[in-house]
């Protein structure tokens, strides 16, 4: 109920103020709404599910990370029965280094399994918060709780991976060009400052590094507010994403403080040929 009303005020918002408009908070709550609708589906979480296992069978991944097995006959729309897995949240430092010698493998391992999940995978994981990916106690990362996935097209993704690696690297034409084959903006070029902004934004807010859930809501938000007060609109997608970008970073943060994420030539986030086509955009 608090979702349809923010939904249809937003809405409103958007017809009274062209202003408005051109944010993209209206699609962020509607993508946020339909898939706490959809979580509410036991049916649809125990098809993310399953599609999610094909995904780590067909690539040779069942070794390094899993997920809850799904007992069909004692499921239903409004019941879902799965076997129990044994872990511990990748916050729990202390328990992660008695389970595993290298805690920052382990959140390698997150790591890579989750982003090749996005275009190998019919969806993603789009809530890794700490209680929904465990490191369990045969040493294999587990994903809980499938009821709110994403999507995300082969475009849009490679745009995403040339923006974070732009990030890192404060590439800002590479980044423009990004923001710009997202659809973030309908010009052909953007100002320099603009895109300074929104890298300095990011930033921000992923130095903060003790943070609940509401904060973590609360920072990607003003990572939305600063990157639209210069005119920016980020595709849909760009909501679930960045958020779990964000709560990978924590994750980083505690178990790697001195591996870069975005950089970190044992994570497969960016493709170097991708990244080289977008700098020949500008060249």
Not at 73 to 78: E, F, V, W
Not at 125 to 148: C, T
Not at 256 to 271: G, H, W
Request: hydrophobic share 45%; net charge negative.
């Amino acid at each position: 109920a608090d979702l349809n009303f923010i939904y249809v005020v937003a809405r409103i918002f958007e017809f009274l103020s062209p202003e408005f408009s051109r944010t993209s908070l209206v699609g962020i709550v509607k993508d946020i709404r339909e898939s706490m609708l959809e979580e509410v589906d036991f049916n649809k979480e125990a098809k993310n599910i399953e599609s999610f296992k094909r995904y780590l069978e067909t690539m040779g991944l069942s070794g390094q990370a899993t997920a809850p097995r799904v007992y069909k006959h004692c499921s239903s729309r409004r019941v879902l029965t799965m076997e129990r897995l044994y872990g511990v949240p990748l916050t729990d430092l202390d328990s992660i280094s008695a389970l595993v010698s290298s805690p920052e493998n382990s959140l390698i391992t997150a790591l890579n399994v989750w982003f090749g999940s996005l275009l190998s995978c019919e969806s993603f994981h789009a809530d890794v918060h700490a209680g929904n990916l465990w490191l369990l106690r045969d040493g294999r990362i587990g994903f809980l709780d499938f009821g709110i996935v994403g999507r995300i097209s082969p475009k849009t993704w490679a745009a995403m991976e040339v923006f974070l690696a732009s990030i890192a690297t404060e590439e800002y034409e590479s980044m423009a060009s990004a923001l710009i084959q997202m659809g973030a903006t309908n010009i052909d070029e953007l100002d320099t400052e603009i895109v300074v902004a929104t890298g300095s934004g990011r930033t921000a807010v992923a130095a903060n590094v003790a943070v609940d859930e509401r904060q973590m809501n609360a920072l990607f938000l003003d990572l939305v507010r600063v990157s639209e007060s210069y005119g920016l609109k980020f595709p849909r997608e760009f909501a679930l994403l960045m958020k779990q970008l964000l709560y990978f970073d924590r994750y980083t943060r505690l178990l790697a403080p001195n591996m870069n994420m975005l950089q970190d030539q044992r994570i497969s986030v960016v493709s170097n040929r991708r990244m080289n086509r977008y700098n020949d955009s500008f060249n």
